[in-house]
């Protein structure tokens, strides 16, 4: 049984990993220890503040 757990919690590491989860718990994390009195963002508003970062950030296309 517990190999099928490793394998399973690999595989839902991976998965959460792949698809961003992971990064917006890291950033709750860092967000609680460097701003103990301020509200965590939502993952709403987490999603609409890195999708606004990272438009900034991009280099212009030529099409």
Excluded: F
Excluded at 27 to 52: G, K, L, Q, S
């Amino acid at each position: 049984m517990s190999g099928i757990k490793k394998v399973l919690d690999s595989v839902i590491w991976y998965a959460r990993e792949l698809t961003g989860e992971t990064e917006y718990d890291r950033y709750c994390d860092r967000h609680r220890r460097n701003h103990p009195d301020a509200p965590v963002p939502t993952r709403a508003e987490y999603d609409r503040m890195r999708t606004t970062q990272r438009e900034c950030e991009s280099p212009g296309r030529c099409c």
